[in-house]
Nanobody
């Protein structure tokens, strides 16, 4: 069993900043990837940012230069620093953790956290 817990969402004005945190715990051998997805109202879930175990990162083009993903492997944690937020960034943000367990690879999701950008 793997638990993924997110924190740090909330309401922020356009141009503001938020930092999301995500921590994974439970029974797994290792984590090969961690990332953030989001789902806005009436939209499909989309990848915002991801970080591989080798340190490679990739970003949704619309957030590149504004958002930064980082990891603390010792804490099995991933963070998303969001700057210059725009109303279109409003969404539920989900943390995704790719783990290696005894029976193979499995992805686990957090419960989601609301980010609202509004004046």
């Amino acid at each position: 069993q793997v638990h993924v817990v997110e924190s740090g969402g909330g309401l922020v004005q356009p141009g503001g900043s938020l930092r999301l945190s995500c921590a994974a715990s439970g029974n797994f051998f290792s984590i090969y990837a961690m990332g953030w997805y989001r789902q806005g109202p009436g939209k499909q879930r989309e990848l915002v940012a991801a970080s591989s175990s080798s340190g490679k990162t990739n970003y949704l083009p619309s957030v590149r230069g504004r958002f930064t993903i980082s990891r603390d492997n010792a804490k099995n944690s991933v963070y998303l620093q969001m700057n210059s937020l725009k109303p279109e960034d409003t969404a539920v943000y989900y943390c995704n953790v790719g783990t290696v367990v005894a029976s193979g690879r499995y992805d686990y999701w957090g419960q989601g956290i609301q980010v609202t950008v509004s004046s």
